[in-house]
C-alpha cells in the first residue's frame, strides 16, 4: 500500500527562519535612522518580495528551457553510466581490489537496491540544504535561489532548487517520507536518471504555476519545498497504477482506512481547488495543481515523447562518443 499525506508545502514565512530574517533587516536600518527605519524597512522589503509582471516572462522562458535541459541532462546520465558500467564490467579483472574502511563502505553501498541508493542520495541532498537554512550567513543567499517567487530579488533558479529546500524539520522529514514511498513503483518503470528528470521538471512547473498565480492574487509570501515534484510522482503513479490502495501518512496507523489511487488524484484537486477558492495560505495550492498536472500530462502523454525523443538523443551521443558523427 502506498502511503500519502495532504500536507507537503510550507510557505516560508511560516518558519522561524524567515521570520528571524525579517527582523534582522529592520534592526540593521534601524542603525541608520530610526525616524524613517520602519517605513524604509517596509518599503525596502515589500519591493523585494512583491510579485512583478516583467519577471513572469523570465519564468516563462526558463521553464521552457529548464525542463527540456533536466530531461536531456539525465538521459545524457543514464548513458553515460550505462557506458562506464560496461567498461568496470569489461575491466574488473585487472583492478585491485579496495581494503579497509572504504572497502567495508563501497561494500554497503553495492549491497543496496538501486531504489535505496536513490532514496539515500536524493534525502541526504535535501538535508544538506536543510541545513544550510542553519547558517546565518547564508540565509540570504537561500531566500535568493532556494525559495520560489516571481519578484526581482528571487531568481528563476528557485523555480526548480525550491523543490530541494527545506526550512522546517517536520515539512523535510514529512516530504522525505512521502517521497520515498512513491519512488518504489517509480523507479523499476522509469530508472533513476528518468525519475529524477520527472520530479525536477514536475518541481519546475508547479513553480512556474504558482508564479502565475501568485502575479494574480499580488501574493508576497515566497514557498519551498519538494511538494511540487513529489505530487507530480503521485500523479503519475496513480494514473499507472489505478487500482493501488492509498492511505493518509501517520493517520493510517491511528484510523485503518484506504482508498483508490485515482480516488486520491481527484482527491487532491479538490483540495487544492477548494483552497485556492477559500485563499487558504498555509499550503501553496496552485503549486500543488501545478505538479499533479505535469504528472497527468507525463503519464498520458509525456513519457512516450521522451522515450522517441531518448532515443534520437543517445543515438546521436552515441556517435559524438565514439567519433562517427
Known sequence: MFVFTFRLLSPVQSSKIFQGCTKRNATNTSRQSKKSTDKKGQDVEVNAERPQTSTIVKHVVYTAVAVPTIFTGCAIWQYERIR?????????????????????????WNSLSPVQKFTYTFVGVNAVVFLMWRVPALQPFMLRYFTHLPAKSHSVLGGTLCGLSHSSGLHFLVNMYVFASFVHPMMPLFGKEQTLAVFLGGATFSSLVSAIFRLSTKSMIPSLG?????????????????????????????IPHSFSAESAVIGIVLFDLLGILLRWKLLDHAGHLGGVAFGVWYAKYGHEFYRDYRNKLLQFWHGVRTGKN
Do not use: Y
Not at 562506464?84 to 561494500?107: A, P, T, V
Open 84 to 108: 562506464n558500467e560496461s567498461f568496470l564490467l569489461r575491466h574488473q579483472r585487472w583492478q585491485q581490489k579496495e581494503m579497509g574502511i572504504r572497502d567495508h563502505i563501497n561494500s554497503i
Open 226 to 254: 519538494a511538494s511540487g515534484g513529489i505530487l507530480t510522482l503521485v500523479a503519475i503513479t496513480c494514473l499507472t497504477f489505478p487500482d493501488s490502495k492509498l492511505a493518509i501518512a501517520f493517520v493510517d496507523q491511528i
